[in-house]
């Protein structure tokens, strides 16, 4: 790949969870009965900062689970390696909760069909609202994200990496445009 290009450096990423944790106290009208659960792994760092900010704007201590996706996934099956699967940690009850899923980047949108689909074996929330700190566009299912840190139109032949500190050491989002 070349042509890395950073689209959010750590002040804009810090700037876009700040005003999507406002947008959730503000659409949800506190946070009574809220859960965040965060997809992995990106996801649940996104939650967990979700998480402080919450707490910082309103005061109350959100629940936060974890949620592994990989035995919901549609390409299970086209796949020649063995999957990774690693916990699904929801430690409270999410029936009649209002569930915000926690991703790092809405692509297609299969991932977080995976997600929804895992949500359903764990109970039946109120509602689920979907939070992505980007979202690139090429939906190939009729999902859309009630929060989003950036809007990003990207075409097919472009990536874009979401690096945390807490899992790349590093704190950007970068487009990379391949060779070909």
Known sequence: MSGERVVLDARGIDRALTRIAHEIVERNKGLEDLVLIGIRSRGVHLAERLRRKLAEIDG???????IDITLYRDDLSRSRQQPEVKETKVDFPIDDRRVILVDDVL?????????????????RPRSVQLCVLVDRGHRELPIRADYVGKNLPTSLDEEVQVRLAESDGVEEVVLHRREG
């Open 107 to 123: 692509f297609t949108g299969r991932t977080v069909r995976a997600a929804l689909d895992a949500l359903v074996d764990l109970g």
């Open 60 to 66: 109350t201590t959100v629940p936060m689970g974890i």
